[in-house]
């Protein structure tokens, strides 16, 4: 269960308890993800995470954040994504005040040294390069740009360099201003903590948040118009990435696309590991996954296969989307789908970091916020059905979108391949 109150700056505090743990996990989430971007800024909502964790009043710097946090035993990360950005701190329960201070002088008092902002362009040119040098990363950001064209929402996340090499303290400091203010952020607990700690807890540290938020994120329009994206590169093998367009988060096929995909490529049990990988031999990894955001989404499978069996690969799983989208789903793998994924939620949520996900992000996005309970009746309220019709209006051929990295370059063949 969970409990919501607000702060009278307006900053919303949620705190989930959990039993039989030891461990308190407070999250800061932000509507700051990199949709929120303009064309001049693309990367800053990914470098700015990285720069909060850089010291701020209390913690000087990396060490002595780090130092706090290590002291106790305690882990803390950060993430962006396309719509939000999070910070949090995992301690034992009784060193949940420590986590507290640290993100809250990280919040209200980050400075951006220049000498480290000039460090920390190198560790994400790495960043970058990392991602370059992995393919399956590669084909997915890939996909989402032939997926959503150029909109914030097909740009990925770590941006462009030019904006990498130029950014400065006074662009962090008003991209800080612009989102991360008090009606734009969720502080999250879960753990061994109460409603009422949670609250004194807000009010002692995170009070001094101020401002309002002053950007909106551009509203998703039209998908991209192109099929097909070819990024030749040597590699050993050929990594693909063949999908739709999809349902968004807050449409009624969120749940239906959830267990759509797990049917077709979500498990070792799908349809698309026994027949492509099993039954054929074409490949190691295959998956299909869905992407929901408040206006838009996507549905792909994504496989790593050898060069000359690229093409059968596509064919395997174009043959899957088709069977799908023609004889439907059975009784027996719907119900596999949900057990599958109630089972995931459910071991993943033994944890306070993922409850305090769990939550928070629902509180910061969404007009409600469902308890376990909920998620797991909408889970079990899609029919076959519905199942069925999703799947027929999503895997259609002419919505088709691929990308290949590899050594393939006959682009007109692929199309060929998906219409």
């Known amino acids: 269960m969970f409990n919501t109150s607000k702060l009278e700056s307006g900053l919303r505090v949620l705190s989930a308890p959990l039993d039989g743990t030891a461990s308190v996990t407070v999250l800061v989430f932000a509507g700051a993800g990199s949709r929120y971007e303009t064309n001049e800024e693309r990367g800053i909502s990914h470098f700015l995470e990285h720069m909060f964790f850089k010291g701020g009043k209390k913690y000087k710097n990396t060490k002595e954040v780090s130092a706090a946090i290590d002291g106790v035993g305690g882990d803390f990360n950060a993430f962006t994504g396309k719509e939000y950005a999070g910070y949090y701190v995992k301690v034992a329960a009784e060193h949940k005040e ?22 920390e362009r190198g560790v994400i040119i790495e960043e970058e390069r990392m991602y370059q040098d992995t393919p399956m990363y590669r084909a997915g950001w890939d996909f989402e740009e032939l997926v959503f064209g150029d909109h914030p929402l097909g740009w990925d996340t770590i941006g462009k360099m030019e904006v990498i090499n130029s950014v400065g303290q006074k662009d962090f400091q008003k991209h800080k201003d612009l989102l991360y203010t008090p009606d734009n952020i969720v502080v999250s607990f879960s753990g061994k903590i109460d409603e009422g700690e949670a609250t004194e807890l807000s009010e002692k540290y995170f009070t001094g948040v101020s401002g309002s938020k002053d950007r909106e994120f551009n509203k998703f329009d039209n998908y991209g118009s192109d099929r097909v994206f070819l990024r030749n590169k040597e590699t050993e093998q050929a990594h693909l990435v063949l999908g739709v367009p999809g349902a968004n988060s807050l449409g009624d096929d969120y749940f239906t696309q959830k267990l759509l995909a797990i049917i077709l490529g979500g498990n070792m ?20 996954d869905d992407d929901a955001y408040l206006d838009a989404g996507s549905f792909s499978t994504r496989a790593g296969v050898d060069q000359t069996r690229l093409h059968e690969a596509i064919e395997c799983i174009s043959h899957e989307y088709a069977v799908c989208a023609k004889k439907g789903v059975t009784d027996e793998e719907l119900k596999r789908s949900k057990d599958f994924l109630k089972g995931k939620i459910t071991l993943s949520l033994e944890d306070s970091e993922e409850v305090a996900h769990f939550y928070g992000k629902q509180e910061l996005l969404y007009p409600k916020v469902r308890t376990i309970e909920d998620y797991f009746s909408e889970i079990e309220s899609v029919t076959k059905d519905k199942v069925n019709e999703l799947a027929e209006k999503l895997l259609k051929p002419e919505e ?10 006959d682009e007109e063949k692929l199309k060929g391949l998906i219409s």
Not at 273 to 286: D, Q, T
């Open 269 to 288: 049990s799908s349809r698309m590991f026994l027949n492509i990988r099993e039954a054929k031999g074409l490949c190691y990894y295959i998956s299909t």
């Open 400 to 409: 088709m979108r691929l990308v290949v990295i590899g050594k393939e370059k």
């Open 98 to 119: 420590l986590a507290c201070d640290v993100l809250s002088d990280m919040l209200l008092h980050a400075s951006f040294p220049p000498e480290d902002i000039e460090r």
